[in-house]
């Protein structure tokens, strides 16, 4: 029976699903909103034009066949089938970037800049590497990953075979031990060797990767791995993409476009040595394409100081007599577990001596090149803290109670039943010539009760009933 025709005549009413149709309208409906959202994205800077087409129940695909609606807007004819329903597109199967979708892309990805290296030599390179301070295995396998790699780029220009030889690297360690100084290095080494075409270094996290919404993320990140082909991409913290479906994304774009630019593009992932290997293995397509892991130790108190004193030297300023020993006295009390900054730990210390010796100096009208350019262990040293400034206690103000004066005490600990006691810790005799060492205390009160006196052949007299005040007397 063909629905009847609405009181306009327009377009025909339809009634209400059964339970069967809402169940497979909320099994499908993740589905159709995926669909939607993907849609509304290259539109999401302009107004959704609908170009007249009438948009009601059954315009999107995955909608229960039942509720789409016929040809023309008109009633659905008697006795024919409902069609089967459209399974939900794949937003990214067989889609083709749109001019909006590239201006969207490159928008979303704007804050994200590429840093240009000095050209210079392989030696040159290595020969910066070699002149940090530690990193001892940092430098020897760096000089073995570019040994490797040189022979294979002479390989290929002699025409020879040569094994595809993963360049991705994960740099695992604690904050401040030089993970993003020696990936610079590496990007020129690459593109100084020769497999690199542009050696730029693009330095991202998480916040440069992921969007607002999904879909997006995949374009944003895909917009990141662009500027970066041609030299190295390094994602610090690249744990942090684990987790949610919005990193997910953002980590299988990456596997993608490391398997399609990889001739001409490195990615260098860095971050804890703990969540990097949780991160790998919990994404199967890393796990074939990072193959080798360097692992940056914290540096030692010698090494430190060291770098203390190559930062104060690059920016020229001279360490007075005391200042490296106070800086080893700062550095001996810091706690140093995974949040330690190691080098940053140092220069966090030198801008604040640079602020404290700028201060110390802003009352001297003309000072020597020497004052300007020597930093002394006060600018070194942390402020002391701050005095608290105590309001005085007002006369409402409570009063603590005086203590309550106990029995005397002997110098060896005993308690003096009578109530003297002797400056070699004896007890002294009481008033009545007695000892009173033998005498009970009562448990109840911790009271000594005072002693009955005594009948002149030795017994004790009866002590007398107290009288009572209120007892009439004749």
Do not use: C
């Amino acid at each position: 029976m063909s629905a009847p025709n609405s009181p306009n005549g327009d377009r025909p009413e339809f009634s209400p699903p059964d339970a069967a149709q809402e169940t497979e309208f909320l099994q499908r409906a993740p589905g159709i909103l995926n669909d939607v959202l993907s849609r509304l994205t290259a539109a999401n800077q302009s107004l959704l034009q609908l170009n007249g087409e009438r948009i009601g129940p059954g315009a999107f695909p995955g909608l229960p066949g039942s509720l789409t609606p016929t040809a023309a807007n008109g009633p659905a004819p008697t006795g024919s089938p409902p069609p089967a329903a459209t399974p939900p597109a794949d937003p990214s199967a067989n889609q083709q970037p749109t001019q909006a979708d590239a201006a969207q892309a490159e928008q979303l990805a704007a804050g994200v800049e590429a840093k240009e290296l000095p050209k210079k030599t392989v030696e040159e390179w290595l020969a910066d590497l070699d002149g940090l301070v530690g990193l001892a295995a940092v430098k020897a396998e760096i000089h073995r990953q570019t040994a490797i790699l040189r022979v294979e780029a002479l390989r290929s220009e002699a025409g020879l075979k040569s094994p595809t030889i993963t360049r991705h690297l994960i740099f695992s360690g604690n904050p401040g031990t030089g993970k993003t100084t020696v990936a610079r290095m590496v990007a020129g080494i690459y593109q100084s060797i020769g497999l690199l075409s542009k050696g730029q270094l693009i330095e991202v996290d998480r916040s440069e990767l992921v969007a607002g919404y999904l879909g997006q993320t995949a374009m944003k990140t895909a917009e990141v791995v662009k500027k970066a082909i041609g030299g190295v991409l390094f994602i610090d913290e690249a744990y942090s993409l684990n987790g949610d479906q919005y990193g997910e994304e953002a980590v299988n774009t990456l596997v993608k476009e490391m398997e399609d630019n990889r001739d001409d593009l490195v990615v260098i992932v860095a971050g804890y040595p703990l969540p990097m290997a949780e991160f790998v293995a919990a994404n199967p397509g890393l796990a074939s394409r990072f193959r080798t892991e360097i692992e940056f130790a914290d540096y030692t108190d010698d090494e430190l100081v060291g770098i203390f004193e190559s930062m104060a030297a690059d920016a020229d300023y001279d360490l007075g007599e005391g200042a490296v020993e106070e800086f080893k006295r700062q550095l001996a009390r810091q706690v140093r577990d995974q949040t330690f900054g190691n080098a940053r730990y140092a220069r966090n210390v030198l801008e604040a001596a640079i602020g404290k010796h700028a201060w110390r100096l802003r009352d001297v009208a003309e000072p020597t090149l020497e004052e300007l350019r020597q930093l002394l262990p006060v600018d070194i040293a942390p402020d002391p803290p701050e005095a608290v400034d105590w309001p005085a206690p007002g006369p409402d103000a409570p009063q603590a109670d005086a203590p309550q004066a106990g029995p005397p005490v002997s110098a060896d600990g005993s308690v003096s039943a009578g109530g003297s006691v002797s400056a070699g810790g004896s007890e002294l005799p009481s008033p009545t010539g007695e000892s009173n060492t033998n005498q009970p205390a009562d448990t109840a009160t911790g009271d000594t009760p005072t002693p009955e006196p005594a009948t002149p052949d030795g017994a004790a007299q009866p002590t007398a009933p107290a009288e009572d005040p209120h007892e009439e007397r004749p």
